[in-house]
């Protein structure tokens, strides 16, 4: 498969504080994905773990500190100097969209959605007409189109705010389209429907995606790669198996963070990982997350756990969880669960 996007070693660093005492918050450290074409690379992480920031990086809205990022194959120093010809940077930018979290903030609330249809095709001088317009309409759920048309975004409901997001990043056929959150301001059964469209709008326009979500759980049925980020560093990735089998206790607890809806499929009670993530400004040794970490012992207090094969196409930062898997998964995953539960 063809690698459309390619992050190696990325970081972002901000600074916070006056002039003179400045202080750096490093949303994203170093940082290596591979987005293929025609998959579904889903980032996760709690708040703060960077994975939005990394999202306005791979969709050009961000340039990184450091580290190299390459779209369809293009270094993004080129696109971010204006080193490319017209053409080039054009092709870019109406092959990479984004759809944000909140859809009412993300459209104009002075602007009919047809004017936040047309505005993709006017801004790459793309001729359209009316049909256009009802075709992205019908595709994303809002029908009849004719319904739709000449209201305004306050008009809408919040799903139906965000099939007009979606529209507008369809307008132009890209290649990618980045969701960040595109599900969270939405209650369940309006996740599912969207999750829903996301999956056969990916069929219908042969898309390539990339979803940013803290709901692990509703991610399982939609993903094919994943990669798990926390204080701006990926802890763990692979394919989606490692959904059925994840190692790090992180990931563990992010899967056993939100409640199944179904009383009858209940099998437990809702979770949360005690403790909170280490300050954005603070000094970090070790593995940032060994404060929450049933696991953590004093080599996770000194050394930072590299990023290692543990199997075929997973990748785990931990240098504790091989050593206590040995007795079989389902007593490792269960006793992590166990630990956490006793400190609550």
Not at 173 to 180: A, F, Q, T
Request: with cysteine; glycine share 6%; proline share 6%.
């Amino acid at each position: 498969m063809d690698v459309l996007i390619e992050v190696n070693n990325v970081r972002k660093v901000y600074y916070i504080g006056s002039l003179l005492n400045r202080k750096p918050v490093k949303a994203v450290d170093g940082v290596s994905l591979k987005v293929e074409e025609g998959r579904t690379h889903c980032i996760v992480g709690e708040s703060g773990s960077g994975k939005s920031t990394l999202a306005r990086i791979m969709a050009l809205i961000e340039e990184p500190t450091a580290g190299s990022l390459k779209v369809f194959g293009v270094d993004s120093t080129k696109y971010f100097r204006r080193d490319l010809s017209n053409d080039s940077h054009n092709f870019i930018r109406k092959n990479i969209q984004i759809v944000f979290q909140d859809p009412y903030s993300s459209l104009n609330p002075r602007k009919k959605i047809r004017d936040i249809l047309t505005k993709p095709f006017k801004i790459h001088k793309i001729n359209y007409n009316e049909d256009d317009l009802r075709k992205l309409l019908i595709d994303v759920g809002l029908e009849p189109p004719e319904d739709y048309l000449d209201k305004y975004p306050h008009q809408l409901s919040g799903g139906e705010r965000q099939r007009v997001a979606i529209a507008r990043a369809l307008a132009l056929l890209p290649k990618v389209i980045i969701l960040d959150e595109p599900t969270a301001a939405l209650d369940m059964s309006i996740k599912a429907q969207i999750l829903d469209l996301l999956v056969k709008l990916k069929k219908q326009y042969n898309l390539t995606y990339v979803l940013i979500s803290h709901e692990v759980p509703i991610l399982t049925n939609i993903c094919d790669d994943v990669t798990v980020m926390y204080y701006g560093k990926v802890v763990e990735s692979g394919d989606c198996r490692i959904f059925k089998t994840p190692l790090h206790p992180y990931t563990i607890g992010l899967l056993n963070s939100v409640l199944i809806p179904n009383p009858e499929s209940r099998t437990r009670s809702i979770f949360a990982i005690p403790g909170d993530p280490p300050s954005s400004t603070s000094i970090v040794s070790g593995c940032a997350f060994n404060p929450r970490c049933p696991l953590s012992s004093e080599v996770c207090v000194k050394y930072e756990p590299e990023l290692r094969d543990v199997g075929v196409n997973h990748k785990v930062a931990c240098h504790k969880c091989e050593q206590h898997v040995i007795g079989g998964y389902e007593e490792y995953r269960d006793s992590i669960m166990r630990m956490w539960r006793e400190i609550m």
